[in-house]
């Protein structure tokens, strides 16, 4: 079984702590091999590059930083300050833009299982973390400002979906009953992954838990926390998460809200 990004951390500590390379435990974190040409690639481009402001670092960067991946397109824009760990395990599909102070994380992916498909829109301040599986995000989603991302066995948001700002999808799960003998985060159950289907729209703070699937075309109210799965068009709103209406329903104002 593979570990969670955590357990590469503890992994990491536990190297280093017993007397093992910071260096070493350094390359496998981030770089995500023991290689020397590849950890001064990384300094000189994936940091040094990172950090350099106005059109000069974003050009050089769209110039420079496609050698970094396992698959790059063209026209991907790179905002300041994105943070890449385990990029050569990564696929980026053509014109896809990532903002600002991202943080890109395959660490529990396979090479090529961490894709983000053509025209996606990586607002400020994501996270988008392959802990423990494959993370795909398909082309032309619209991920908002804040919003945190976790694949853990699999995450897959799929083409034309949008989520507003400060979603949190994913994540691990773990017992709530049962032996208080031992530490929560020692108790996992098992994770099955989410996925949300084509044209769905998730409103600012939307909270979606493992396990869950949201069917084609629907819309999660903002604050909504979706603990089962959705059928396609459903309109879901409340916490925990419950269908108030579809969108074949004619009665309202036929909107919402971020």
């Known amino acids: 079984m593979k570990g969670t990004g955590d357990d590469h951390v503890a992994a990491a500590r536990a190297a280093t ?8 435990a350094y390359m496998d974190l981030v770089v995500g091999a023991r290689s020397w040409p590849r ?7 994936g940091c040094w590059l990172a950090a350099m402001p106005g059109a000069l670092g974003l050009a050089l960067r769209r110039i420079l930083w496609r050698r970094l991946f396992h698959a790059s397109g063209r026209g991907v824009i790179w905002g300041r300050n994105v943070a890449l760990r385990h990029s050569p395990k990564m696929d980026i599909g053509d014109a896809v833009f990532v903002d600002d102070a991202c943080l890109l994380d395959a660490q529990g992916c396979t090479e090529g299982g961490f894709s983000i498909g053509a025209g996606a829109l990586i607002s400020r301040g994501c996270i988008v973390s392959g802990k423990d599986g494959t993370l795909t995000i398909g082309p032309r989603v619209n991920i908002g400002a804040g919003c945190v991302l976790y694949a853990s066995t699999e995450l897959e948001i799929r083409a034309d979906t949008m989520l507003a700002a400060m979603c949190y999808v994913g994540g691990g799960r773990y ?12 108790q996992p159950v098992p994770r099955v992954g ?3 289907e084509e044209d769905c729209w998730l409103g600012a703070g939307v909270i979606v838990i493992d396990g869950v699937r949201i069917g084609r075309g629907s819309v999660i109210a903002a604050g909504a926390v979706v603990t089962a799965d959705v059928a396609p068009y459903s309109v879901v709103a409340g916490v925990p998460g419950r269908l108030v209406a579809t969108r074949f329903d004619q009665r309202g104002s036929g909107s919402t809200s971020e």
């Open 17 to 24: 702590a017993a007397g093992g390379s910071a260096i070493g």
């Open 39 to 45: 950890l001064l690639q990384h300094e000189v481009l």
């Open 175 to 186: 017992t709530t009953r049962g032996r208080t003998d031992i530490p929560i985060a020692t």
């Open 194 to 196: 989410v996925v949300i």
